[in-house]
């Protein structure tokens, strides 16, 4: 973080200002493949992965808090700082990456549509290119604020599995325990699930799209203070999200043996052993989740792209103004849409390919980001502590490991 010696008086009225990007950032984290990945965790390991939520949570605090400082500092996008300080090639290799990564993760959100409607009976040639036209016509609704607004009234969903949560009366002494004291297994699958975790809890996207908000607001460095209570917010509400989800499926799906490869199974898996009401609860929170990351994940990629290349942007521009900007937006949600529509699209290697991509593109990711939030030519006093630095680049060198373990996992077919 940033050294600041002096005293700052926080007003009330400007943190419930300030609050909205970090959380809309941090929960759009929790989606289709997020919810998978947790109820996946749960189904397998118990509680035995619920150590890892509140290391995640740190970590994700570091790359959002740093993302949205810069953000107040320097009144740009993650995608101009990188254009100016490392150059055209090395920016359009990661646009290009963010691209692919993103349509990926996009087509898997709308799977994740399907599927939750699935469950309450709605069928998919009518879920998809309604879920697709809604996500389109707010996109091009042409007010950030209005978006917002609207990302966040969505969010509400998520209290659905903290209402699951309760409902499945779990052994919250052992949850507790296995959160702050971590088992160990000696399995591939327990560290390649570890992996998988660190890869959904801290995607690239996020990035771009916490340092965007920031600077679609027009913060400045009198916000900081502000912007940092709503990223910790927003980073706290996610992990506990995800906590939720890992304690669900650990307390109901772990004792019967039930093992998932989706969270639409585990929305399933849950109804003969929880009853109806907590699947149709997690199944609400997986299309909630789903259709929030679907709303986000275009527009962010547009618009880092245009940034980038200099081209104009933002949801208050016309076709006229920013056609390209338009125009990425509408071809990610039709191709995705048309994608999830084929009955024979492999939506589970798509996803897998995602998550491959966001592991090679993430430390490369932080590596631009401590270099910029490092250097005082750019951000002045609000330049990264020795502190803030030592964590960033923990998180850089943890995650590069293992996605090299990951990998030669694979390798191995393990």
Not at 8 to 22: H, N
Not at 109 to 123: H, K, M, N, Q, R
Not at 293 to 304: E, F, K, Q, Y
Not at 351 to 364: D, K, R
């Amino acid at each position: 973080m940033a050294e600041r010696p002096e005293h700052v008086k926080l007003e009330p009225r400007r943190v419930l200002g300030a609050m909205g990007p970090g959380l809309v950032a941090a929960l759009a984290g929790a989606d289709a493949g997020g919810v998978a990945a947790y109820s996946n965790s749960g189904a397998l390991y118990g509680y035995g992965l619920l150590w890892t939520v509140p290391i995640m949570c740190l970590l994700l605090i570091v790359a959002q808090e740093t993302a949205a400082r810069m953000g107040c500092v320097t009144g740009k996008g993650f995608a101009s700082l990188i254009r100016e300080r490392y150059g055209v090639r090395l920016s359009a290799v990661a646009m290009l990456a963010l691209l692919v990564s993103n349509a990926t993760v996009t087509l898997s959100e709308f799977a994740g549509i399907a599927s939750g409607l699935a469950l309450f009976g709605v069928p998919t040639f009518v879920s998809v290119p309604i879920a697709a036209l809604a996500i389109w016509m707010l996109a091009m609704s042409g007010s950030y604020r209005r978006i917002e607004k609207v990302l966040l009234a969505i969010s509400c969903v998520f209290v659905t599995y903290v209402i699951a949560g309760f409902m499945v009366k779990p052994d919250w002494g052992k949850a507790l325990h296995d959160t702050l004291i971590p088992p160990v297994y000696a399995e591939p699958r327990y560290l390649s699930l570890i992996v998988a975790l660190v890869g959904t809890t801290i995607a690239p996207w996020m990035i771009f799209l916490a340092q965007s908000n920031v600077v679609e607001r027009d913060a400045r460095e009198d916000d900081i203070p502000y912007q940092r209570i709503d990223t910790v917010t927003g980073s706290v509400v996610a992990s506990a999200i995800s906590w939720f989800i890992i304690l669900v499926t650990g307390t109901v799906l772990y004792p019967a043996g039930i093992v998932v490869e989706g969270a639409e199974d585990a929305a399933v898996a849950l109804a003969p052993l929880a009853g109806n009401y907590a699947q149709f609860l997690f199944g609400a929170g997986l299309v909630g989740a789903s259709f929030l990351a679907a709303c986000v994940l275009p527009g962010i990629t547009s618009s880092a792209i245009c940034e980038a290349f200099g081209w104009e942007r933002g949801a208050d521009r016309s076709w006229q103004e920013a056609p390209v900007y338009r125009g990425i937006i509408t071809a990610i949600l039709a191709v995705s849409a048309i994608v999830v529509l084929m009955p024979d699209a492999n939506l589970f290697g798509i996803m897998m390919a995602a998550q491959v991509i966001n592991g090679v593109l993430l430390p490369v990711l932080l590596v631009f980001m401590v270099g910029i939030a490092s250097d005082r030519h750019v951000m002045g006093r609000y330049a990264n502590s020795r502190l803030w630095n030592g964590i960033t680049w923990f998180t850089i060198i943890a995650v590069t490991v293992l996605t090299v373990i990951m990998f030669v996992l694979q390798a191995l077919g393990w």
